[in-house]
Each structure stands twice: as C-alpha cells, then as structure tokens.
C-alpha cells in the first residue's frame, strides 16, 4: 500500500503536474475531507489561469463526440486539456470513442490529457462544489484548457455549465424537438452556440431555426463587448473547428479583458460562495440535527405541532446548539 501523502505535499507535486497527484487530490475534493480543506485552499490561491469551457446539451447532441474531437486540435496545438465529465454515460475510455469512423489520437492514453468523470449522485458536498475544486487542482497541474462536459438537463448541471469562463451550448438535428436548448432554459446561457452534426443535411434546417429564434430573442448580444456567434460543426467530418476555435479563443479574451467579463468573474465566484455556504450549512446541520430529531419526531407523531413549525424549531434548536464556523 502507498504511504498516506499530507495533502500540502501532495499540492506541491500537483502543481508538477504528477498525474497520479492529480488524480489523488481530486478524490480527496470530492469526498470532502476536512483534512483536504487546507490544501484546496492552496490549490485556490494558486489556480485562475486556465480557460474553462463548459459544454451543454441535451444527451445524444454529440458534445462527448465534439469534445473528444476539440482536445485533438488543441493537443496539435501544444495545449494541455483536462475533461471532466458531469456525466456518467460518456464515453471518455478505452481509446477513442469514434470507434473506427475516424482514427483519432488516443486521448486516453495521451498525459497532455486528464479525463475525470464525476458521479452526478453522492459527490459529498455537492456536485457544484466538487466540479470546480477539480476545475482549480488541473488548473494548478498545468492543464491549459478545461472542459466540462454537463447533460443539460437538472438545475445543478446548468448552473456548472454556466460556471465556465465560456460556455458552449450543444444543439444538434434529428432529435425529434427541433431546438432543445429552448426546452432546456439553456438559450440565454450561450456565449457560443454549436449546432453539431452538421455533415447530416437536416442540420440546415436546425441552423436556421436556431439563429431566428436568438434573433426573436435578441439573445445574440451580451453588451457591446460579445456577439452569441452560431456555429455548425461536424466532428466526423471536421467541419466548423475553426471557427470554433477562433470564437473560443475570442471569448477567452473577453471574458478575461472587459468589464463584462470581470462581472461575469464576479457572479461565478459569488455562485460558488453561495454553493459552498449552502454545503457548509447542510453539513452542520446534519451533524446537529441528528440528535435532535427524533424528539421532534416524537411531537410530530403526537400531533403536538405541525412538519412547519417543528421543522423551524428543529433548525432554531440545531444551530443553537453550535456555531456554524
Ligand atoms: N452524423 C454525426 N453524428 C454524430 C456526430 N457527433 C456525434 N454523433 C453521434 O451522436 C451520438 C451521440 O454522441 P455523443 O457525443 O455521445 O453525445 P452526448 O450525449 O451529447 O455526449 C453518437 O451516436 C455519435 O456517434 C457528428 O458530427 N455527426
Ligand atoms: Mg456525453
């Protein structure tokens, strides 16, 4: 058995860019161990330099497919890339998930490359919380580019995708509803819309419908400083990356130059103070309810209150009983 790191050691190797590092620490953010809190911390003050892209879509809209094929580019490009997939269904192992149709580079065996899937269930502390301390431990072991990718459906995954410096949504032809990211709520969380599939020749069709509804909308402005571009991309084909990477690449720029970006910096950080409060307060609640809770229930039985009022004492009683930090 390996000998137990101390999680400050285990920062430092992290920020060489030890892959097993790596995997060890996020395994400690995620079950939120209490012991790992100092070493997040460390990870934090040294984390913010990586460009961090949600993407989102209904499952099936080909954003596994369109990532796999993305990391491709920007490994030929030097870049490292970290994948972290809010989804337990991608298929992000055993090679390329293309299977034969286009021979790609073998990203999982490719140490520019650090691919995580995180259970959508039981991450303790919430997915939210979880998804962005391992955000900030690639961005210290080096990875230029982080991706997640989130199924679109569920408040928390949204939200995760919205957490990006930039944010992609996924559309793509021949899923029954034409325009899924309008079902979803997803439309206004778009700083770059993609319509996938796009060597099928019904994508035409779900490229008009898109850009009329953003125009119906005026969803294509974002202030002065960003313009919602639309772009058709094919991942078998190779079609779009270009494009797409440039609108990638002019994002980064003004998500990190302009006052529209810095507000935007802001509402993340706030969104993730938020999550982690709302973490905090779940866990010492929890913690102190436990005790209390059958004696409530015993009341409750005996109809000496209702669930309401209870509940409301039972929480009064609860942090009564300790302070939160
Ligand atoms: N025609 C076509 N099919 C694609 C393309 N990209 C993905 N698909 C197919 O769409 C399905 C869903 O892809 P996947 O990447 O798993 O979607 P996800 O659920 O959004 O991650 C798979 O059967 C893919 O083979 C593409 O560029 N063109
Ligand atoms: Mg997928």
């Known amino acids: 058995m390996s000998r137990y790191v101390p999680s400050l050691e285990l920062v430092e190797r992290v920020a060489r860019g030890e892959t097993a590092a790596i995997a060890r620490m996020i395994s400690r953010a995620e079950a939120a161990m209490p012991e790992a809190r100092q070493a997040l911390a460390e990870i934090y003050g040294r984390a913010g330099r990586a460009h961090v892209i949600g993407f989102t879509g209904v499952p099936g809209s ?19 890339v970290g994948i972290i997939a809010v989804d337990p269904s991608s298929p992000y192992s055993g090679g390329s998930i293309l299977g034969d149709r286009i021979r790609m580079t073998d990203l999982v065996n490719d140490p520019g490359v650090f691919i995580r899937s995180m259970a959508t269930r039981g991450t303790t502390g919430g997915l939210a919380r979880a998804t962005l301390d391992v955000v900030d431990i690639l961005d210290v072991g080096g990875f230029d580019t982080i991706v997640i990718e989130t199924v679109g459906v569920g408040q928390d995954e949204v939200e995760i995708a919205r957490a990006s410096d930039t944010t992609v949504v996924v559309s793509a032809p021949g899923l029954g509803d034409e325009i899924q990211a309008i079902k979803a709520g997803m439309l206004e969380i778009a700083d770059v819309h993609v319509v996938s599939k796009c060597d099928r020749s019904d994508a035409v069709r779900t490229l008009t419908d898109l850009k009329g509804m953003l125009t119906l909308g005026a969803l294509t402005s974002k202030g002065v400083d960003w313009q919602t571009p639309v772009i058709g991309v094919s991942s078998y084909d190779g079609s779009g990356f270009d494009d797409l990477l440039d609108a990638l690449a002019r994002h980064r720029r003004v998500a990190l130059g302009t006052d529209y970006g810095r507000r935007r910096r802001v509402a993340i950080a706030q969104f993730r103070l938020e999550k982690t409060a709302e973490n ?11 005790p209390l809770s059958l004696g409530f229930a015993e009341r409750l039985h005996r109809h000496e209150g209702d669930p309401y009022s209870l509940a409301g004492e039972l929480v009064a009683a609860s942090f009564g009983k300790e302070q939160l930090v």
Do not use: H, I, N, Q
């Open 62 to 80: 080909g954003k596994s497919t369109l990532v796999s094929a993305l990391t491709d580019r920007l490994r030929v490009r030097g870049a490292k």
């Open 280 to 290: 905090l307060l779940m866990e010492r609640f929890a913690r102190s309810c436990a």
